[in-house]
């Protein structure tokens, strides 16, 4: 199926890029996330790239934020398998800002079932898009 890895090249960094996002993006919400994405025109990089947010006025403990961007992390790590044949057959790459709505810590195999049909929705969207 391929490696199950979340390189730093996979991460959206560039303040550009995540500003223009915000003003002229995509978004859809499937609880418990809020999705801003993109189709992007780089050929170099990975097909998808992707950032996330925790809001702090929701956890006000660093802790509980790094323990959510940390599931987050591993549940599209290990299911971005599926997005990237899809960008690549149709040779397409996108970035993406995923934040977290919910008030309250899920537990991790709920969090990446919700990730599973969250990254369904953006293949759908993406498809009507383009």
């Not at 960094?13 to 500003?19: L, M, P, R, V």
């Not at 003003?23 to 609880?31: E, H």
């Not at 008030?103 to 759908?124: F, G, R, V």
């Amino acid at each position: 199926m391929g490696k199950f890895t979340f390189r730093k090249k996979e991460r959206l960094c560039s303040q550009k890029i995540i500003g223009n996002l915000f003003r002229d993006g995509n978004s859809f919400a499937l609880f418990p996330f809020r999705i801003y994405w993109q189709i992007t025109t780089s050929e170099q990089l990975p097909p998808a790239r992707i950032a996330i947010s925790i809001p702090k006025k929701k956890f006000k403990k660093a802790v509980d934020r790094n323990l959510i961007k940390r599931r987050i992390k591993e549940a599209y790590r290990k299911n971005k398998q599926n997005l990237y044949f899809d960008l690549k057959s149709k040779n397409l790459n996108i970035a993406f800002i995923l934040i977290y709505l919910a008030h309250d810590l899920m537990a991790y195999p709920e969090l990446e079932e919700k990730m599973i049909l969250t990254l369904q929705k953006l293949m759908e969207s993406y498809e009507k898009a383009s």
